[in-house]
């Protein structure tokens, strides 16, 4: 099993839809997790920390569930300039960052 | 802060030549990671070091890679002999203890043909 396991998608949504994505880690010691936007032939860059108890940055919501081992990833009022790639990230023991494939999101008019 | 420096952008070489990838960590940063990004396995942790000490090499793909961190401000992953399935974009991040959040440089596009 993967340490990380994401959809790849990819995702095609019109413009103001919700979209939500999932992602599943293996290790239930992992303490951090992340969301990671990368565009096209660009690199990865931070969208948001995921906390506990759930955090929101305007359209963007995310979701830690330790339980089940997964985090989400809630857009809202989906825009055209979302379309990216989504890359769930867990940090474990020693800082160690391992990423998730990625869940490509098209946005369309 | 200029961020996480990568060099070359580029590099298109043959089949057995040696090449030699270089990355700038942003300063102050005590973690450094090399990875590759294909299309098919995404992005794959190569080796990350902590205090110039590398940490976890696992990840890399076998002998034919290294990778030095002599200092805090400088780093390089070396292929030789290269093939071409070593073609990637291959990613340097840094990072600050404790944070989680990486850095990453723009990447070089490697094509070995």
């Known amino acids: 099993r993967k340490e990380v396991e994401q959809d790849p998608g990819p995702f095609n949504v019109p413009e103001g839809a919700t979209v939500a994505f999932n992602c599943t880690y293996s290790n239930s010691a992992s303490q951090s997790f992340f969301w990671y936007r990368q565009d096209c032939r660009k690199e990865p860059k931070l969208l948001m920390s995921?906390?506990?108890s759930g955090n929101e940055d305007g359209r963007f919501t995310a979701q830690l569930n330790r339980a089940s081992q997964y985090i989400s990833l809630l857009i809202r009022d989906s825009k055209l300039s979302d379309s990216a790639t989504y890359l769930c990230v867990v940090t474990g023991g020693y800082q160690k960052v391992t990423f998730g494939i990625g869940t490509k999101l098209q946005v369309i008019p | 802060d200029a961020g996480v420096i990568q060099s070359p952008r580029h590099e298109v070489t043959e089949m057995g030549q040696e090449v030699t990838l270089r990355c700038k960590p942003i300063?102050?940063?005590?973690?450094l990671f090399w990875y590759r990004q294909t299309m098919m396995r995404g992005l794959e942790l190569l080796i990350y070091?902590?205090?110039?000490?590398?940490?976890?090499d696992s990840g890399m793909p076998e002998d034919r890679f290294s990778a030095k961190m002599p200092n805090a401000s400088f780093s390089t992953l070396k292929i030789q002999p290269s093939e071409p399935r070593d073609s990637a974009v291959y990613f340097c991040?840094?990072?600050?203890?404790?944070?989680?959040?990486?850095?990453f440089g723009q990447g070089t596009r490697l094509t070995v043909v």
């Open positions: 991040a840094s990072s600050w203890g404790g944070s989680g959040e990486a850095f």
């Open positions: 995921v906390y506990s």
């Open positions: 070091f902590n205090n110039n000490v590398p940490i976890d």
């Open positions: 300063s102050g940063h005590d973690y």
